[in-house]
């Protein structure tokens, strides 16, 4: 609504509401108040001066603060984050890198608070060490000694088995990092690994840009697709773009425009001549398989991501901006 409401300034309200709302939600146990706040908060504040959305994404940052383990040098995920399984101080994943990057630094910038922004660079980096495998896949998550920050294992706990590659493990952490490099320019590291993980994805996602739900399923091709995993990458390989030298950007551009055109061509409703859902849905979703849960919907992250991409790729937005 925030992105909207730069075209359709009705919206504005909408999107205030929904920010506001969030307070409740400044401290709750959980790493993912990142993504919350990020899209939440920050971008109100970034495309609209909200004073009331600074303030909030300003708190947040300080309560993320307030449970980062510095034994482990990351936010931990938490008791009350929105999964089945594998909550607690001592996990953490990559799915909200770039996000709890982005808070933090903004509240560094608007607050002069130094910590802040070394807390964010010390999350991320944490998670290259743990999750990013040297080839440029990536496994979604750790487990970590709270008091000593030992590592415990690393594994994927949504994908196909603990060693596999799921797709949005892919997705979140290349966006993660491209975020990253957006808010943390000064550590080089941020952008080399937002490429290697963008140039395991190119290598090995399906000709059309639209991944499977897992790289390691052996099922392939007779399993799901995930048309999330795609809009958020389409979002990230435009970031990454706009940060890369001239001789390699054309590449991830052209990987992210054939990945859009995928989507609405294939996965955005109308899809056929009697079609009864909405114009604009984009389908294909496929959030949790391995419990069966929402293998096939509609959902609100791969909307705002296809929606971001749909505003760089128009000249609306650019793409470094959030």
């Not at 487990?143 to 493990?169: C, I, M, N, P, Q």
Request: charged letters at 25%; proline letters at 4%; hydrophobic letters at 40%.
């Amino acid at each position: 609504m925030w992105l909207a409401a730069r075209e359709h300034p009705e919206l504005k309200a909408a999107a205030q509401k929904w920010a506001y709302a969030l307070r409740q939600r400044v401290r709750s146990k959980t790493h993912y108040r990142g993504m919350l706040f990020y899209q939440g908060t920050v971008l109100g504040a970034l495309l609209f001066d909200d004073k009331p959305s600074r303030d909030l994404a300003i708190d947040v940052a300080h309560a993320l603060a307030d449970d980062f383990n510095e034994a482990a040098g990351v936010i931990g995920l938490g008791e009350e984050g929105e999964e089945t399984s594998n909550l607690g101080p001592g996990e953490t994943t990559v799915d909200a890198i770039g996000m709890i990057a982005a808070v933090l630094t903004y509240a560094a910038r608007e607050t002069g608070n130094a910590r802040l922004r070394d807390l964010a660079r010390r999350h991320a980096l944490r998670h290259i060490e743990w999750c990013v495998r040297a080839d440029g896949s990536v496994c979604q998550s750790a487990s970590f000694d709270v008091a000593t920050g030992a590592l415990r294992r690393r594994y994927t706990h949504k994908g196909y088995s603990e060693h596999s590659t799921w797709g949005r493990a892919q997705a979140w952490s290349m966006l993660g990092y491209a975020l990253s490099a957006i808010w943390l320019p000064e550590e080089r590291l941020f952008l080399d690994t937002a490429q290697r993980i963008a140039d395991w994805w190119i290598a090995n996602v399906p000709e059309d840009g639209v991944s499977y739900w897992d790289f390691g399923d052996p099922r392939i091709p007779d399993t799901h697709r995930d048309t999330s995993a795609p809009a958020m990458v389409s979002a990230a390989l435009l970031k990454i773009a706009a940060l890369t030298d001239e001789a390699r950007r054309a590449r991830y551009r052209a990987a992210a425009e054939q990945t859009v055109n995928t989507l609405i061509r294939d996965w955005l409703t109308p899809l056929a001549p009697a079609e009864t859902r909405p114009e604009g849905m984009l389908v294909g979703a496929c959030y949790h398989p391995t419990i069966g849960h929402a293998v096939n919907c509609e959902a609100v992250w791969p909307d705002y991501y296809l929606f971001e991409a749909l505003e760089v790729l128009t000249g609306r937005l650019e793409p470094s901006r959030l």
